[in-house]
């Protein structure tokens, strides 16, 4: 264990029995869930909601990314950062678009400035605008409000294991700095 960290993430080798099975599914291959296979009872619990959020998404996988990236900026989560620069420019996402997410929403196309002020909302005040609840009804139907709601709300405890823990990026993952 390195002197700076209180907990490592630990090697599938070493998980209980409990969880053995998310080795092989999505926790195996993260740090985030490594290190938090020291609570496996959380852990276990995590895995539906993370499918959700992840995979079953109302937002899609597109407006997700946004929502990502624009929660990691504005809590200075670096790992989630470097993550979904990767998993957004997988999608397509040009870099300028991407990097524009830890920027202001003026500089930010109408849907991007949308899902960006609704996180920004929801860091904020704990409260979407109604005008912009309004507008997501309207671009991505009602789940997707709920959906957000709780993807942002994810992302915030992650970031608080990653960022308290300084959990090291995977090493094929190329680090990138969140833009100033």
Do not use: C
């Not at 993430?9 to 998980?15: D, K, Q």
């Not at 990767?86 to 500089?107: N, S, T, W």
């Amino acid at each position: 264990m390195s002197a700076d960290r209180a907990l490592e993430p630990l090697p599938p080798e070493r998980w209980p029995d409990r969880i053995g099975h998310l080795a092989n599914d999505f926790a195996g291959d993260l740090n985030v869930y490594r290190l938090m296979a020291h609570d496996p009872e959380l852990l276990a619990a995590w895995s539906p909601l993370r499918e959700h959020v992840v995979t079953k998404n109302a937002l899609g996988a597109e407006r997700l990314e946004i929502v990502v990236l624009r929660t990691a900026a504005r809590l200075g989560v670096g790992y989630e950062w470097a993550r979904h620069v990767d998993r957004a420019a997988k999608l397509g996402m040009d870099q300028e678009r991407i990097r524009a997410m830890a920027g202001p929403r003026e500089a930010m196309s109408g849907q991007d400035s949308l899902l960006a002020g609704i996180v920004d909302d929801l860091l904020d005040t704990t409260r979407i605008a109604p005008d912009r609840s309004t507008a997501l009804i309207a671009m991505a139907g009602k789940t997707a409000v709920l959906d957000l709601i709780a993807t942002v709300g994810f992302y915030v405890t992650l970031g608080a294991i990653l960022n308290t823990f300084d959990v090291p990026l995977e090493e094929r993952i190329a680090p990138v700095d969140i833009p100033t």
